[in-house]
Structure formats: C-alpha cells, structure tokens
C-alpha cells in the first residue's frame, strides 16, 4: 500500500475510533501522523500496520506499558526475542491469576445463588449474603435452623 491514509480512512480499516488514534499519538503508541498542507493527519502503510498490532494486543489484554514496550523492541528487527518473550508470559500469568479470580468469584456466586428458598425479600438468603460483612473468604452465611 503505497496510498496515503487520511485518520478517518485508518479508523475504518482497523475499526479504531478516530479519537481512539488521536490518544494513541498522545500517549506515544502511534507516532505523530504527517501532516497535509491544510493539516490534515496523513497515515501509511507502516502506521496501518501498527495500529493493527496495537488493536490486537490490547484485546490480547496487555496494558499501555506492555504494548508500548513490545512496540519499542519491534523497532530492533535484530534484537532477540526474549525480552518480547518475558512480557508475553508475565501477561500470560496476569491471566491466570484473573481466572482463577473469575473462577473463585463464580463459585461464591453460584453458591450465593443456590443459597435462595424463595419467599420474600426480606428473608431472602441471597440479599443476606450480599449484606453479610466479608469476613472468612465468603460472604455467604451458613442457612439458619427454621
């Protein structure tokens, strides 16, 4: 692609909000764009392919900092990868963590859930455990004798 782009023509091609590239120059993700005469941002293939890469890795999850770092190490085609490495597998077990969180947080939930006798609010086992203050790692309160 040879072609200049103009920002709206990058925001469709890569589905990213035009605001969404004016923070990305902001913050140093993007490289500030070429300007026309009139000042419009003009983008090309390389800045196509960049925030390509950006838009993939933040749904991959990493943060600013990480993707600014993978960023900085593409820019050395020559450089070992295992720095790019390092970061994928600290990302990787921010991940893990989170879904062991996730998994821990649904149990509770579906305890929470199970815990429903139905009737009314006020006796409601749910809305009790929500009350309930957090005290040994669940907030769900064992169901009281009738």
Same mark, same amino acid.
């Given at each position: 692609?040879?072609?200049?782009?103009? $920002?709206?023509? *990058?925001? @469709?091609?890569?589905?990213?909000?035009?605001?969404?590239?004016?923070?990305?120059? +902001? %913050?140093? &993700?993007?490289?500030?764009?070429?300007?026309?005469?009139?000042?419009?941002?003009?983008?090309?293939?390389?800045?196509?392919?960049?925030?390509?890469?950006?838009?993939?890795?933040?749904?991959?999850?990493?943060?600013?900092?990480? $993707?600014?770092? *993978?960023? @900085?190490?593409?820019?050395?085609?020559?450089?070992?990868?295992?720095?790019?490495? +390092? %970061?994928? &597998?600290?990302?990787?077990?921010?991940?893990?963590?989170?879904?062991?969180?996730?998994?821990?947080?649904?149990?509770?939930?579906?305890?929470?859930?199970?815990?429903?006798?139905?009737?009314?609010?006020?006796?409601?086992?749910?809305?009790?455990? *929500?009350? @309930?203050?957090?005290?040994?790692?669940?907030?769900?309160?064992?169901?009281?004798?009738?």
């Amino acid at each position: 692609m040879s072609k200049m782009l103009m $920002i709206g023509d *990058l925001a @469709a091609a890569t589905g990213t909000k035009v605001n969404t590239i004016r923070f990305y120059e +902001e %913050i140093g &993700l993007m490289r500030r764009a070429a300007r026309t005469a009139s000042g419009r941002r003009t983008y090309g293939a390389g800045d196509l392919e960049r925030l390509r890469f950006i838009r993939h890795a933040r749904k991959l999850g990493f943060e600013t900092d990480e $993707i600014r770092s *993978l960023l @900085a190490l593409g820019d050395d085609p020559e450089r070992q990868c295992d720095e790019v490495t +390092e %970061i994928a &597998l600290r990302h990787l077990a921010d991940v893990n963590q989170k879904i062991t969180r996730l998994m821990l947080l649904r149990d509770e939930l579906g305890q929470i859930a199970g815990s429903c006798e139905g009737g009314s609010v006020s006796e409601c086992r749910i809305m009790e455990s *929500l009350s @309930a203050e957090y005290t040994s790692g669940s907030s769900v309160k064992p169901a009281s004798a009738p």
